[in-house]
Protein backbone atom coordinates (compact mmCIF):
# COMPACT_ATOMS: atom_id res chain seq x y z
CA UNK A 1 0.00 0.00 0.00
CA UNK A 2 1.34 3.30 -1.15
CA UNK A 3 2.69 5.62 1.70
CA UNK A 4 0.86 9.41 1.97
CA UNK A 5 3.41 10.93 -0.15
CA UNK A 6 4.07 8.27 -2.45
CA UNK A 7 3.31 8.83 -6.14
CA UNK A 8 1.11 5.98 -7.82
CA UNK A 9 1.86 5.02 -11.32
CA UNK A 10 -0.40 5.71 -14.32
CA UNK A 11 -1.15 1.87 -14.60
CA UNK A 12 -2.27 1.68 -11.31
CA UNK A 13 -4.76 5.02 -11.93
CA UNK A 14 -6.38 3.52 -15.37
CA UNK A 15 -6.65 -0.05 -13.17
CA UNK A 16 -8.84 1.90 -10.16
CA UNK A 17 -10.43 4.21 -12.84
CA UNK A 18 -11.42 1.19 -15.25
CA UNK A 19 -12.39 -0.58 -12.00
CA UNK A 20 -14.85 2.64 -10.74
CA UNK A 21 -15.98 3.24 -14.40
CA UNK A 22 -17.18 -0.51 -14.46
CA UNK A 23 -18.88 -0.61 -10.93
CA UNK A 24 -20.50 2.56 -11.67
CA UNK A 25 -22.04 0.48 -15.00
CA UNK A 26 -23.06 -2.25 -13.12
CA UNK A 27 -25.00 -0.38 -10.44
CA UNK A 28 -26.34 1.82 -13.38
CA UNK A 29 -27.63 -1.15 -15.00
CA UNK A 30 -29.18 -2.67 -12.04
CA UNK A 31 -30.86 0.51 -10.62
CA UNK A 32 -32.43 0.42 -14.60
CA UNK A 33 -33.50 -2.89 -14.13
CA UNK A 34 -35.30 -2.53 -10.74
CA UNK A 35 -36.91 0.66 -11.85
CA UNK A 36 -37.97 -1.84 -15.19
CA UNK A 37 -39.51 -3.65 -13.05
CA UNK A 38 -41.70 -1.20 -10.89
CA UNK A 39 -39.58 -1.12 -7.82
CA UNK A 40 -36.68 0.54 -6.41
CA UNK A 41 -32.81 -0.27 -6.05
CA UNK A 42 -33.20 -0.09 -2.47
CA UNK A 43 -36.25 -2.74 -2.53
CA UNK A 44 -34.64 -5.39 -4.63
CA UNK A 45 -31.06 -5.45 -2.55
CA UNK A 46 -33.97 -5.97 0.68
CA UNK A 47 -35.96 -8.88 -1.53
CA UNK A 48 -32.13 -10.42 -2.19
CA UNK A 49 -30.48 -10.24 1.28
CA UNK A 50 -33.75 -11.72 2.00
CA UNK A 51 -32.67 -14.93 0.49
CA UNK A 52 -29.19 -14.16 1.24
CA UNK A 53 -28.30 -16.08 4.68
CA UNK A 54 -28.04 -20.24 4.38
CA UNK A 55 -30.66 -22.56 5.81
CA UNK A 56 -33.10 -19.91 5.81
CA UNK A 57 -35.81 -17.69 3.40
CA UNK A 58 -36.04 -14.97 5.44
CA UNK A 59 -33.72 -12.28 7.23
CA UNK A 60 -34.06 -10.52 10.40
CA UNK A 61 -34.24 -6.16 9.94
CA UNK A 62 -31.08 -5.55 11.71
CA UNK A 63 -29.14 -8.38 9.61
CA UNK A 64 -30.91 -6.44 6.41
CA UNK A 65 -29.76 -3.04 8.15
CA UNK A 66 -25.90 -4.36 8.03
CA UNK A 67 -26.63 -5.93 4.27
CA UNK A 68 -27.68 -2.69 2.81
CA UNK A 69 -25.50 -0.68 5.02
CA UNK A 70 -27.92 1.19 6.41
CA UNK A 71 -29.83 2.10 9.80
CA UNK A 72 -32.62 0.02 11.28
CA UNK A 73 -35.50 2.89 11.08
CA UNK A 74 -34.39 3.33 7.34
CA UNK A 75 -34.78 -0.37 6.75
CA UNK A 76 -37.85 -0.91 8.55
CA UNK A 77 -39.17 2.12 6.45
CA UNK A 78 -38.34 -0.21 3.35
CA UNK A 79 -39.67 -3.16 4.67
CA UNK A 80 -43.14 -1.25 5.01
CA UNK A 81 -43.18 0.31 1.62
CA UNK A 82 -42.15 -3.35 0.34
CA UNK A 83 -44.80 -4.24 2.51
CA UNK A 84 -47.44 -2.03 1.40
CA UNK A 85 -46.60 -2.91 -2.62
CA UNK A 86 -47.28 -6.70 -1.55
CA UNK A 87 -43.35 -8.49 -1.69
CA UNK A 88 -42.41 -8.97 1.49
CA UNK A 89 -44.27 -9.63 5.24
CA UNK A 90 -43.29 -9.10 8.48
CA UNK A 91 -43.17 -12.67 11.24
CA UNK A 92 -42.46 -12.07 14.88
CA UNK A 93 -39.38 -14.51 15.07
CA UNK A 94 -40.58 -17.32 17.10
CA UNK A 95 -36.95 -18.11 18.63
CA UNK A 96 -36.28 -14.47 19.80
CA UNK A 97 -39.23 -12.42 20.15
CA UNK A 98 -37.65 -9.22 20.21
CA UNK A 99 -36.13 -10.13 16.26
CA UNK A 100 -38.41 -9.36 13.67
CA UNK A 101 -38.29 -12.00 10.26
CA UNK A 102 -38.64 -10.08 6.92
CA UNK A 103 -39.93 -13.31 4.28
CA UNK A 104 -40.42 -13.01 0.31
CA UNK A 105 -44.06 -13.06 -1.10
CA UNK A 106 -44.57 -14.70 -3.92
CA UNK A 107 -45.07 -11.41 -6.02
CA UNK A 108 -41.63 -10.23 -4.21
CA UNK A 109 -40.12 -13.85 -5.18
CA UNK A 110 -41.08 -13.11 -8.75
CA UNK A 111 -39.47 -10.12 -9.06
CA UNK A 112 -36.26 -11.21 -7.08
CA UNK A 113 -35.83 -14.14 -9.96
CA UNK A 114 -36.19 -12.16 -12.97
CA UNK A 115 -33.38 -9.52 -11.43
CA UNK A 116 -31.58 -11.61 -9.95
CA UNK A 117 -31.14 -13.42 -13.50
CA UNK A 118 -30.37 -10.07 -15.69
CA UNK A 119 -27.70 -9.51 -12.60
CA UNK A 120 -25.89 -12.46 -13.24
CA UNK A 121 -23.96 -12.05 -16.49
CA UNK A 122 -23.42 -8.43 -15.13
CA UNK A 123 -22.13 -9.48 -11.76
CA UNK A 124 -19.58 -12.59 -13.59
CA UNK A 125 -18.20 -9.71 -15.73
CA UNK A 126 -17.39 -7.31 -12.58
CA UNK A 127 -16.12 -10.27 -11.13
CA UNK A 128 -13.44 -10.65 -14.22
CA UNK A 129 -12.62 -6.85 -13.46
CA UNK A 130 -11.77 -7.55 -9.89
CA UNK A 131 -10.01 -10.11 -10.58
CA UNK A 132 -7.51 -8.15 -13.18
CA UNK A 133 -7.30 -5.61 -11.54
CA UNK A 134 -6.56 -7.07 -7.74
CA UNK A 135 -4.42 -10.27 -8.89
CA UNK A 136 -1.98 -8.23 -11.68
CA UNK A 137 -1.76 -4.42 -11.60
CA UNK A 138 -2.75 -3.28 -8.10
CA UNK A 139 -0.76 -6.38 -6.06
CA UNK A 140 2.34 -4.22 -7.20
CA UNK A 141 1.37 -1.02 -5.02
Known amino acids: MPKKNDHVDKLHLEALSDFRYRLRTFLRFSENAARGE ?12 TQGFPGRE ?7 AERLQAQAHGVVALV ?14 TADRRSV ?6 AGRKKLDV ?3 RHISHVADLAKVVAVVSSTQLREM
Open 101 to 106: EVHLLP
Open 38 to 49: GITVLQYQLLLH
Open 115 to 117: LAA
Open 80 to 93: TRCEEAGLVKRKES
Open 58 to 64: WASVSEL
